[in-house]
């Protein structure tokens, strides 16, 4: 017996949302209404709230947000899409720590290329650079 398909994912509904990055959403919690907690549009007022209540409207965030490279900001997005569906019981709590500690090495990286970055530049700055 060959199916071409998984069994458990015919009937599951798709969230008609659009994802920041333009893909379609992919969230495994979907409402009868056809959209996932994050794309609701019945529910802007309390994402706006728990936005509030994160500080996402507080413009140091927003600016240290901002200057986030692009590849964080996709891992960002990332997490918080599987904290929502591990709260919601979508995500398995094996597979998000999976994801956070994945996401810690790309931070990892991201960081000592930063740091990197930094010295080298102190070091013209003090006559030292031996790295160009
Ligand atoms: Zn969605």
Redesign the pocket.
Known sequence: MTAPHPPTQGHAPA???V?RNGAP???AI?AKNG??????PDRAGERAAAYRAGGYGRSNVRRSLKALPVGLMTVLDLLHQALREVHDGGLEPGRASAMARLASAIVQVHTAGEFGERLAAIERQIGIGGRG
């Open positions: 969230c008609s949302g994802n959403c992919r969230s979907v959209w996932c907690l994050q794309h609701d």
